[in-house]
């Protein structure tokens, strides 16, 4: 459930009118709804209450906007990190640096320096020769990282290729067969304290099946590795809970996840960590657009909004479908293709899609953007990067300014040698 809904035939967020956010901040803009951020923690967090010892760390790539990071950490929730900014971001948001956790297979030495500086609460270690360097870059600083290793369990999470982690052949995690071995060889190491094992197979998904499949794996490896002597007291256990992008959709409820958690787990005897992050943001955001002009086709008229793929890359780069409808229907109904203003096809937002009968001018949103969508934003075409809005009831912040294509631009160098 979200909070973007038609009052007198407007779509509002919460209790704001959209067209006065287009009116004010112009657009494309990112609208989010701090209700529907909180409700969705809060559900998240209640559908976990049968478990009694974890720590809920948002997927900070999914939305690492300070606002909303804010919002957040004041519902309890930690931070899932994977780089060195997200860190940063996370810690300027006041979320405590022991709820932090590193994820990711490509963490620099620097990296590492600066999240053992900050005293971050795990990382999550995605092949031997990364534990290697971080141990002795931890042994170096006097220093102990709490560990986990990555398990990559060779399941088929069923969801799109791009977004699927936890097949062989991917790059995360280290082979479930061999992690017996590497765990031994890890654990043996001065400066880290390796404690448990971690997982995460995909994101967007639509069957809690291959969860299972993969949670009864680390399960029967936790048993292994403290057949073997070690000491297991954590175990991640990722994020990837998928979301209804079309109306009427109908996805796993995190209370059903909840329920599987605690039977698979329930022996375990460890804290679990999660990392969810679009059941979190997904829905508690829009793109808010206008439309430029609706073009004639050769069959369905092209409905072409000045939002484009560089500010929300899922369609072009996964085919992604993204629920579109006008912020003051008319009643009237129209076939179109939805595209932005950009200079390649993929530009392409839907294609015969049944929508809101729409005319130049008109705003327009698409849905369940609050995940992935300005984060992966480009300027792309010397585009600025998109703003975003967050609305607390009835006002709004602008929480991300525009940067506009001028000041991009103006971050470039002509040498004097070309001058
Ligand atoms: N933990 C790890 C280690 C991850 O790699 C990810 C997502 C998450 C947690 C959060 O997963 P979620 O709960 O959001 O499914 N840009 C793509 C999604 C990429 C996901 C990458 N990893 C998209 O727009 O669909």
Redesign the pocket.
């Known amino acids: 459930m979200d909070h973007f809904a038609y009052l007198d035939g407007v779509m509002h967020a919460e209790n704001f009118p959209l067209p006065q956010i287009a009116e004010a901040v112009g657009t494309p803009v990112y609208v989010y709804s701090r209700a529907t951020l909180e409700r969705h923690a809060r559900v998240f967090r209640e559908a976990l209450d049968a478990v009694p010892d974890k720590l809920i760390a948002f997927?900070v790539?999914?939305n690492p906007n300070l606002a909303v990071l804010k919002v957040l950490g004041r519902q309890g929730m930690g931070a899932?990190v994977?780089s060195v900014g997200e860190m940063r971001r996370a810690l300027a948001a006041g979320i405590a640096p022991d709820m932090i956790v590193f994820?990711?297979v490509g963490k620099t030495a620097a990296e590492m320096v600066a999240a053992l500086d900050a005293g971050i609460g795990q990382f999550?270690i995605e092949s031997e020769e990364e534990g290697i360097e971080l141990a002795a870059i931890a042994a170096e600083r006097g220093l102990t990282a709490q560990c986990t290793l990555?398990i990559n369990p060779d399941v088929d999470a069923g969801t799109?290729d791009?977004?699927s982690?936890g097949k062989a052949d991917n790059k995360?995690g280290v082979p479930i067969s061999e992690a017996g071995q590497i765990f031994g060889a890890l654990a043996s190491l001065p400066g880290v304290n390796l404690r448990g094992v971690a997982v995460?197979i995909?994101?967007?998904?639509a069957d809690l099946a291959p969860l299972e499949t993969a949670f009864g794996k680390l399960g029967a490896l936790v048993t292994a590795l403290r057949g073997a002597g070690h000491t297991i007291t954590h175990v991640d256990l990722?994020?990837?809970?998928?979301v209804p992008y079309r109306v009427g959709e109908v996805l796993p409820a995190p209370a059903e996840y909840g329920a599987m958690v605690a039977r698979v787990t329930k022996d375990w005897g460890v804290k679990l960590i999660f990392?969810?992050?679009?059941?979190i943001a997904g829905n508690a955001g829009v793109l808010l657009t206008r439309v430029v002009r609706v073009k004639r086709g050769i069959k369905d008229p092209f409905v072409i909004v000045d939002a484009a793929m560089n500010d929300l890359?899922?369609p072009a780069?996964?085919g992604?479908y993204h629920h579109f409808e006008a912020v003051t229907p008319t009643g009237a109904r129209m076939t179109a293709n939805i595209v932005g203003p950009i200079c390649e096809t993929g530009d392409t937002f839907a294609m015969g899609r049944e929508c809101d009968g729409l005319e130049a001018g008109a705003l327009a949103v698409f849905r369940t953007a609050g995940?992935?969508g300005a984060t992966?934003a480009s300027s792309y075409n010397s585009r600025g990067f998109v703003a975003e809005v967050l609305v607390d009831g009835d006002k709004f912040a602008v929480v991300a300014d525009r940067i506009e294509a001028g000041a991009i631009m103006d971050a470039e160098r002509v040498p004097e040698w070309l001058a």
């Open positions: 997927a790539k999914s899932d994977v994820s990711g999550n990555r799109h791009k977004i982690t995360f995460h995909g994101s967007q998904l990722g994020g990837g809970l998928g990392e969810p992050g679009r059941v890359a899922r780069l996964y992604a995940a992935y992966m």
